[in-house]
Structure formats: structure tokens, C-alpha cells
């Protein structure tokens, strides 16, 4: 009997820690190689962990929702003989005794064994360096940890043999119905939880009766969940109570108004997205000197433009104009697609422009980014665009696509507002807010007109742009919003 240390290995792009959103092993389960083990989460996205190899799992050891430094153990394999040596791919585990640290080098080294790197279906990302996850058909049976669970297991698997429950545990209705599982995401199942809603009780429209975030917001709208319920009763409360002339004290007593329901304070961990978020925001807020200009136009015309792509069977948006003329005034005015080398002591310019769309996810702000943007044509930007946006929200972008960028927009108008001063993305010289369109009184032909009028927003590292720069580049964007047809003098 050989025993192995499996290691948490460094996940890419300088990431020290993750946290175990689910296992999806129990000890004494056997697995086969390449077979997902667990969920991991990063500051930058969700990921797969693949077994490393192929043995009996003896010892988890860490809990979901625990946070993992890299180069800690996390499982313990029991391997037979020479099988471990010959059923390995990417080892990163040593022997029983010896340091975990040393483990994930040794994932690293020796991960051109197995292959290139594919997505799973209904995974989020595979770990780059172990090979594409291999579907048994089936998720291994998790071997119950308290008397709870195992009701809960007997409850999913009705052809499993009585023995394995023993009845005299527990009762049945010791059992919530939460507690059984369910198929879905863990970004669902925490959304769902954020909105208190029973996953038992929603129908899967995913491939395979997946549990999808719509199908989680589509419940919440139906008033499914039990604390939604509870709240519903509570504001009906309040209205007969007003409708009978209740006093402003009873009003203000907190048992009832908009917060009813709610607990009277609540702490979240700080980690994962929101973690990071802070961490790139404070870096970028205090080192960078941050300049916002801003610039009101008529985007009428723009308007219009999108509105005939679509009668024309085009999904454009008015975002995939802005981005496309971001690229065509980041050609104009390069130093607005630069970063400040502080280590080399030098100004990188760069000839490319790898696009950063601000998405707001269940897990926070992230920022993935469209690589070569400014090789894109519209209609590739918008289609890039969408799935890029999907992608973030559903948890699959991947640590690649969340590192690189060179320039952002952000699009504040979706909620309604008209402008900010947002700020730097840590590296970039810019960021674009995009407002809400405003039907407002304008002069127009020398006459004032209802018009479509938005305002952008452009923050810009003053190390590497001037002031002058930052003007002629909004202005640039501004001109092709006004008038479309201006791109033409300018490329």
C-alpha cells in the first residue's frame, strides 16, 4: 500500500489561495484519473480540480468554504503497489510524511503527461495541467458524513440497499428539504441561498435538469422560497395596519416595513472576488493618480444605427458601438492603451487592445477581457461581448480571460446613472464609463429637439496620459457616437 500527499497547486496567474467550494469525494470513495474531485474557487474564477491520479481517497483535509494556500495538502490517496506509479499524470502528491510544499512544483513538472487541457461538460474550468476531466457516467456516491446526510443521500439514491441507512439514526423529517442535493453550480446554489429559496422545490431547465441562475431568479419572482413568503406576510401586515390606522411608533418598530425579514446585522467573509476586487481597487486608487473627464453628447444617431441593425436580424448594442469606437480612438491616442512599468523603470505601449468589460456577477465585479478587440469587427464584438457577459455571470471565465486587458469600459447606465468617476483597472492607463441614454431637450440645426443623450465618463492614469491626450481621445469616442459616419475620415 502506497500512501500520497495531493497538494493544492498554484492555479495560475500568481494566485495564492483558494477556497473548496464542494467535493465532490468522500473518503473511501475510489477514483480513476483525471476525475473531478472537487470545486475550487479563485479570486478570478471557479474551477475543476482533476485527480491526479487514480487510488482510494483516505483523508480530506479541508471543509467546504474553507480558503487553501497553495502548496497545502488537501487530500490524502491510499494507492496499491505500483499501481499509484503507473496510473499517475501530473503527480503533484509525495510520499506520506514529506512536505507538502514540495507537491505542487512537482504538478507543474510533470503535467505534459497528460495531455492537453479541454473543458468538461457541465464544468466550469478544467485546472490547466491535468488533463481534461474524464466522465464516469455518473458522480461517485458520497459517503455520508453525519446521520443527516445519509438521509439525505438514501432520499437521492431509492435503489440503494437499506443497510446503508440505519434507520434508528434519524427520522426523516430531522431533515430539511435544502439539505438533499441538487443539481446545479455552486454560484447557484449560494445565489439561491442569498435568496432563500428551497433548490428542492425548483425545476432544472439545464441540460439534464441542471438548476440555471434563471431558473433560481424565475423562482424567486414566484415567491417559492419560505423566507420570501414569510416577507410577503409581513408587508401584508403592514398594509392592513395602515389601511387601520396604525401609528407612526408601530411603523418604525422594526417587526415590519422594507427590512422586515431581515436580520438585524449579518457578516460575510471577506474573500474570493469581492477579496480581490478591494485588494486591485485600493493598489489602483493609491498608486495610480487617477484624472476623470467628462463628456455629454447626442447619441442619437447611434441610436438609430443600432436600431436598423436589428431590424436587419443583428444583435447589436450600443455597447458594442462604444467598444468599437473605443479601438478606432485608442489607434488615434495610443497612451491611453499603455501601462507604467515602475520595476523596468519604462512606459509599455501597446499595439493591440485586449478589451475589459465590467460584468456584475453573483460574486462580484469582474473584469474579463476581449482579446485583439480592435481586430474585431462590430458584429464580432457584439457576439464576443454577449458571451463574454454570460460566461463571467455563469462563473466560467476562465483566470486567462480575467488577466491581460489594456483598456476598460464599464457600463453604469444599465442602472440608470448618468456618470462617475470609475476607477483604474490595476496596469491600465484607462477606463470608459458609458451612461444611461436620456431622452433630453437639445440643440439640434440650430433649433432645440427631444434627443438621445448620454455622458462618458474617461479616468485616466495622469503618469501616462495628459490631460490633453485623455481630451482628444473622448472627444474622438464622442464624435463617432454623435455621427457614426465621422469613422470613416478618421481610419
Known amino acids: 500500500m502506497v500512501v500520497k500527499e495531493f497538494a493544492l497547486p498554484d492555479l495560475g496567474e500568481g494566485l495564492t489561495e483558494s477556497e473548496i467550494v464542494e467535493w ?10 483525471n476525475q473531478p474531485i472537487a470545486e475550487v474557487e479563485t479570486a478570478k474564477a471557479i474551477v475543476s480540480l482533476p485527480s491526479p491520479l487514480a487510488g482510494k481517497i483516505s483523508a480530506l483535509h479541508a471543509e467546504p468554504g474553507a480558503t487553501v494556500m497553495v502548496g497545502s495538502r488537501i487530500v490524502t490517496f491510499e494507492l496499491e503497489g505500483a ?32 495531455g492537453s487541457v479541454s473543458a468538461a461538460p457541465e464544468r466550469n474550468s478544467v485546472l490547466v495541467g491535468y488533463g481534461p476531466a474524464v466522465e464516469t457516467g455518473k458522480r461517485p456516491t458520497r459517503k455520508p458524513r453525519t446521520a443527516q446526510a445519509a438521509v439525505a443521500v438514501a432520499a437521492e439514491t431509492p435503489d440503494a440497499a437499506p443497510a446503508e441507512v440505519a434507520p434508528a439514526a434519524v427520522t426523516p423529517t430531522s431533515v430539511t428539504p435544502t439539505e438533499a442535493r441538487t443539481k446545479t453550480t455552486p454560484p447557484v446554489r449560494k445565489l439561491a441561498q442569498d435568496l432563500g429559496i428551497d433548490l428542492t422545490r425548483v425545476p432544472g431547465t439545464g441540460p439534464d435538469g441542471v438548476i440555471t441562475r434563471d431558473d433560481v431568479t424565475n423562482a424567486a419572482n414566484a415567491g ?10 409581513a408587508v401584508a401586515s403592514n398594509d392592513s395596519k395602515s389601511d387601520q390606522g396604525a401609528t407612526p411608533s408601530s411603523a418604525s418598530s422594526g417587526a415590519s416595513g422594507t427590512m422586515a425579514g431581515r436580520p438585524r446585522e449579518q457578516r460575510t467573509p471577506i474573500k474570493s472576488v469581492r477579496k480581490a476586487t478591494a485588494a486591485a481597487m485600493v493598489t489602483s486608487a493609491f498608486t495610480a493618480p487617477h484624472v476623470t473627464e467628462f463628456l455629454t ?51 509599455v505601449e501597446f499595439g493591440y487592445v485586449n478589451l475589459g468589460i465590467a460584468v456584475a456577477t453573483p460574486r462580484g465585479l469582474m473584469v474579463p477581457n476581449l482579446k485583439d478587440a480592435d481586430a474585431m469587427t462590430l458584429a464580432e464584438l457584439t457576439e464576443a461581448i454577449g458571451t463574454m457577459a454570460r460566461d463571467a455571470r455563469a462563473s466560467k471565465a476562465t483566470p486567462a480571460s480575467l488577466s491581460g486587458g489594456t483598456i476598460s469600459i464599464t457600463n453604469v447606465g444599465v442602472f440608470g446613472i448618468d456618470a462617475g468617476t470609475p476607477i483604474l483597472n490595476p496596469g491600465e492607463a484607462a477606463i470608459l464609463a458609458m451612461g444611461a441614454v436620456r431622452k433630453l431637450p437639445w440643440e439640434y440645426q440650430g433649433e432645440v429637439a427631444l434627443r438621445d443623450v448620454m455622458t462618458l465618463s474617461l479616468s485616466f492614469d495622469h503618469r501616462l496620459v495628459d490631460g490633453e491626450q485623455g481630451a482628444r481621445f473622448l472627444t474622438d469616442v464622442g464624435a463617432i457616437l454623435s455621427d457614426p459616419g465621422t469613422v470613416l475620415s478618421m481610419v
Do not use: F, M, Y
Open 24 to 33: 465532490h469525494v468522500a473518503v473511501g470513495d475510489t477514483v480513476t484519473l
Open 83 to 114: 499501481a499509484g506509479e503507473s496510473g499517475r499524470a501530473g503527480d503533484s502528491g509525495a510520499a506520506a510524511g514529506s512536505e507538502p510544499e514540495k507537491a505542487a512544483p512537482a504538478a507543474q513538472s510533470e503535467s505534459s503527461e497528460a
Open 224 to 233: 417559492t422560497s419560505t423566507s420570501g413568503s414569510a416577507r410577503a406576510a
Open 297 to 347: 453628447i447626442d447619441v442619437t444617431r447611434t441610436i438609430e444605427l443600432v436600431a436598423r441593425l436589428k431590424a436587419g436580424g443583428s444583435a447589436a448594442s450600443v455597447l458594442a458601438v462604444i467598444a468599437k469606437a473605443l479601438c478606432i480612438g485608442v489607434g488615434r491616442n495610443p497612451s491611453l492603451n499603455s501601462r507604467w512599468d515602475a520595476e523596468a523603470n519604462e512606459i
